[in-house]
């Protein structure tokens, strides 16, 4: 069992910036692709960024490339999402995932992000 705490949420305007971290304690997080998820209200959870156990592979999502960059330091457990240039419709919930790239097992338990116009 992997535990995954998100943290980093929060309240910005459009055009600011935020990073999100998700912390992964415990020594199996090195073996295992991180993602991150979103989900908007009354919309289906959606795929943001992933990034292989090792750092080389990186997919985005098209409606965020270039403005997020997802990171993750092994040696701290923890993956990151430092989200640019924020838009309304980057309001969502924010989901951490482990597992294998395109497959993930663990969730955690969100956290909120809101971006005002």
């Known amino acids: 069992q992997v535990q995954l705490i998100e943290s980093g949420g929060g309240l910005v305007q459009a055009g600011d910036s935020l990073r999100l971290s998700c912390a992964a304690p415990?020594?199996?997080?090195?073996?295992?692709?991180m993602a991150w998820f979103r989900q908007a209200p009354g919309k289906e959870r959606e795929f943001v960024a992933a990034?292989?156990?090792?750092?080389?592979?990186?997919p985005y999502a098209d409606s965020v490339k270039g403005r997020f960059t997802i990171s993750r330091h092994n040696a701290k457990n923890t993956v990151y999402l430092q989200m640019n240039s924020l838009k309304p419709e980057d309001t969502a919930v924010y989901y951490c995932?482990?597992?294998?790239?395109?497959?993930?097992?663990?969730w955690g338990q969100g956290t909120q992000v809101t971006v005002s116009s």
């Open positions: 990034i292989s156990w090792n750092g080389d592979s990186t």
């Open positions: 415990g020594r199996t997080f090195s073996m295992y692709a």
């Open positions: 995932a482990a597992g294998n790239i395109g497959k993930y097992y663990y």
